[in-house]
């Protein structure tokens, strides 16, 4: 129980610094506007308000309005299997799954030995195929918009609204949401891929290449300007990658006992392996040209000696 209350009040805690981050922001924003025109002040404000409403707070009542599937390993299987009646039933009355999924668990629906592997077969195949593409798809529009931002709040703004919004879609297409311990430990996540996406403007990506990578980008400023946007926005869309595989695994295996560190590795693991997908759709929002451009010097061999004439030639 104290276990519960700690991690709901750091969730409520997070929420309550989200709503001052963007409101700083909106008035920010807004109080420059004043200096222009008094309602061009108050049109942004209400243009504001919509896109939080539909960016933020609607996502959020989604997910906490969102039933919770969770199997008490103490408890009996009689109540247990009423758990599972009610996911099966939940899943049934949306359209994520295939017709054929609903049959299953239909025809499964009233066996308590059988329904739990039934529901396991549609979890991680239908289910973990459709929650993959939402993830892949926030993954991708994070990339692009962080690369293309070039400003610091603007990146944690973009990277906060869309894992709340890629988290209250893995729940629609779940028909759960996790519980209320692990939506806490997922703020913090969102929370600190928040907080990095912002410190990534102030990264020399330059510096942390070999010496003749860096030296060549550091005498083209311009490809190094270009190439630090792609290495930041391929930076947060695999923060926000791992965000939706660690949500993924919550709703999945919220009772098999995983350690936090086992957590971390297989949630690293599986963002790794979706990421060509991510960033290869990614910079598909970018002109061809401005790829060469950037990743030009790692077209060439740095490490390939100039030629030598021979001697007397001109």
Not at 134 to 151: D, G, P, R, Y
Not at 224 to 234: D, E, M, P, W
Not at 242 to 267: H, P, W
Request: charged share 20%.
């Amino acid at each position: 129980m104290q276990k519960k209350t700690f991690w709901i009040t750091i969730l409520m805690g997070i929420l309550v610094l989200l709503v001052f981050i963007v409101t700083a922001n909106i008035i920010s924003v807004g109080e420059r506007l004043r200096s222009i025109h008094r309602y061009l002040e108050y049109g942004f404000y209400s243009l504001a308000f919509l896109i939080v409403y539909f960016l933020i707070i609607n996502p959020l009542r989604v997910i906490f309005f969102a039933p919770t599937f969770t199997i008490d390993v103490l408890a009996s299987d009689k109540q247990n299997a009423k758990s599972y009646r009610h996911a099966a039933k939940n899943l049934m009355r949306k359209d994520v799954i295939t017709d054929e999924d609903k049959a299953l668990l239909r025809e499964h629906l009233n066996d308590d030995e059988a329904l739990p592997t039934a529901l396991k077969s549609v979890f991680h195949g239908t289910v973990k195929k459709n929650v993959d593409r939402i993830i892949i798809k926030h993954s991708k529009t994070v990339l692009t918009t962080t690369a293309i931002s070039q400003n610091g709040n603007l990146d944690m703004l973009a990277v906060i609204m869309a894992n709340i919004r890629m988290t209250k879609e893995i729940v629609e297409a779940c028909g759960f949401r996790p519980s209320y311990i692990n939506l806490g430990k997922l703020s913090v996540n969102v929370a600190v891929t928040a907080l990095i996406a912002e410190g990534l403007e102030d990264v020399n990506f330059t510096e942390i290449l070999p010496s003749r990578f860096g030296e060549a980008l550091t005498d083209l400023p311009m490809v190094r300007t270009a190439t630090n946007s792609i290495f930041q926005g391929i930076s947060n869309g695999l923060l926000t990658c791992r965000v939706g595989i660690v949500t993924r695994k919550y709703l999945f295996a919220d009772n098999q006992m995983m350690s936090q560190r086992e957590l971390r590795l297989a949630s690293y693991k599986e963002s790794f392996r979706l990421m060509p997908l991510v960033i290869s759709g990614g910079l598909i929002g970018f002109p061809k040209s401005v790829i060469n451009f950037a990743l030009k010097p790692f077209k060439k061999n740095p490490f390939a000696k100039e030629p030598t004439t021979a001697k007397g030639e001109v």
